[in-house]
């Protein structure tokens, strides 16, 4: 018998793409529930050659179920998933409510699948930011042969990071340019069509973003606490796939040639790195793929141990759904937990 799995917010991006990525996968799961508020009560979702029928989130019992995904917003989680936990289902959250818990791992398992031990503590795993998640499966291999001391990062994040109406925003934007409309910015705080957006989230105190703070605090948390990170987050008309510049200062020597080698062989890393026009990865094309891509590796000349390089990644899949169906993997696959309906 296998588990049984409910996919909360399972009518958003995350959500909907977390079906696929279940189906896709093979996931050894019965029973696959969507859930979304009472808005979408009845509406129908895909979950490989299946349609499913969206329940209502509020009045679901989970005492029968095993997995929960959880990508409904922040608040939603903040309420539910302790919920869900004390109800014996994992919850796997996409939020940022709960990455900061010292009781709650924060996983990416290419990264540190092994920090998940714990996780009965709330019965709650974080998913981390969708620019982070990308940003230290491609560091990892490097630390661990070079020792990171301080990463300076500018992201170029792609609309779908902040939902699907922030999506339907860009191409109504786009649109009524192309007819002459007038312009409404409702979701962004300024026109995104044909423009860029120094801000993501909130302003902190410091002048930073909330999510500046938050790939400081992951990558921390995730890699390693000495790691001294700071960055400059960017919104930019691209549908989908998140982009960062990525300069990194190290302990000891490490060329490019060695760099392109090592990620050649680390898990979740694919690196294309031709010297010619077009011999790198733009979001365009790593939309709908697993991989975190490197490109642009090269030697920097202004400090004693650098490089800088160009990581892209589909922020729904490896930023998001992905990394949250790899994590309810290794539950499955370390034996962290058995399906109650076989227990019963
Ligand atoms: N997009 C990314 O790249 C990304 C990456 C990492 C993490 N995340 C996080 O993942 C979460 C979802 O993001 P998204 O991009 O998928 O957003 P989205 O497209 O706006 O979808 C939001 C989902 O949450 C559901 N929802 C909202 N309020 C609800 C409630 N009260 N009860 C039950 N369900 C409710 C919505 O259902 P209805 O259709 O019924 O409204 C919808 O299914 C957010 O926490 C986000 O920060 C997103």
């Known amino acids: 018998?296998?588990?049984?799995?409910?996919?909360?917010?399972?009518?958003?991006?995350?959500?909907?793409?977390?079906?696929?990525?279940?189906?896709?996968?093979?996931?050894?799961?019965?029973?696959?529930?969507?859930?979304?508020?009472?808005?979408?009560?009845?509406?129908?979702?895909?979950?490989?050659?299946?349609?499913?029928?969206?329940?209502?989130?509020?009045?679901?019992?989970?005492?029968?179920?095993?997995?929960?995904?959880?990508?409904?917003?922040?608040?939603?989680?903040?309420?539910?998933?302790?919920?869900?936990?004390?109800?014996?289902?994992?919850?796997?959250?996409?939020?940022?409510?709960?990455?900061?818990?010292?009781?709650?791992?924060?996983?990416?398992?290419?990264?540190?699948?092994?920090?998940?031990?714990?996780?009965?503590?709330?019965?709650?795993?974080?998913?981390?930011?969708?620019?982070?998640?990308?940003?230290?499966?491609?560091?990892?291999?490097?630390?661990?042969?070079?020792?990171?001391?301080?990463?300076?990062?500018?992201?170029?994040?792609?609309?779908?990071?902040?939902?699907?109406?922030?999506?339907?925003?860009?191409?109504?934007?786009?649109?009524?340019?192309?007819?002459?409309?007038?312009?409404?910015?409702?979701?962004?705080?300024?026109?995104?069509?044909?423009?860029?957006?120094?801000?993501?989230?909130?302003?902190?105190?410091?002048g930073f973003t909330k999510e500046e703070w938050k790939m400081v605090a992951e990558t921390k948390k995730i890699l390693d606490p000495k790691i001294k990170l700071v960055a400059t987050c960017v919104r930019v008309p691209v549908f989908i796939s998140h982009s960062e510049a990525v300069n990194i200062e190290f302990e000891s020597e490490l060329t490019a040639d060695e760099a392109r080698e090592i990620l050649r062989e680390a898990p979740g890393c694919l690196v294309v790195d031709k010297r010619e026009p077009g011999g790198y990865v733009t979001p365009h094309e790593a939309a709908g793929e697993d991989a975190t891509y490197i490109s642009r590796i090269r030697e920097d000349p202004t400090v004693e141990y650098g490089l800088v390089m160009w990581v892209v990644s589909d922020n729904l899949r490896k930023g998001a759904a992905l990394n949250a169906v790899q994590i309810a993997e290794v539950l499955v696959n370390r034996k962290l937990i058995q399906p109650k309906r076989q227990a019963a």
């Open 1 to 206: 018998m296998g588990y049984k799995v409910a996919v909360a917010g399972a009518t958003g991006n995350v959500g909907r793409e977390m079906l696929n990525i279940l189906a896709e996968r093979g996931f050894p799961a019965d029973e696959v529930v969507a859930l979304a508020s009472r808005r979408s009560q009845g509406t129908e979702v895909s979950y490989g050659e299946q349609t499913l029928k969206v329940k209502v989130l509020d009045s679901y019992d989970f005492s029968d179920t095993d997995i929960c995904l959880m990508s409904a917003g922040g608040s939603v989680s903040k309420e539910w998933s302790p919920k869900i936990g004390k109800q014996g289902c994992v919850v796997i959250d996409n939020s940022s409510a709960w990455r900061y818990d010292a009781d709650v791992p924060l996983i990416v398992p290419e990264v540190n699948a092994d920090a998940i031990v714990g996780f009965a503590k709330k019965n709650i795993i974080a998913n981390p930011n969708c620019s982070t998640a990308q940003l230290v499966v491609a560091l990892k291999p490097l630390h661990d042969r070079a020792k990171i001391r301080r990463v300076v990062v500018s992201t170029y994040q792609s609309v779908s990071g902040a939902g699907k109406e922030a999506m339907d925003e860009l191409f109504t934007q786009t649109r009524a340019i192309f007819v002459s409309d007038p312009v409404e910015a409702k979701k962004f705080p300024k026109r995104i069509a044909f423009n860029v957006i120094p801000h993501i989230d909130v302003f902190l105190d410091d």
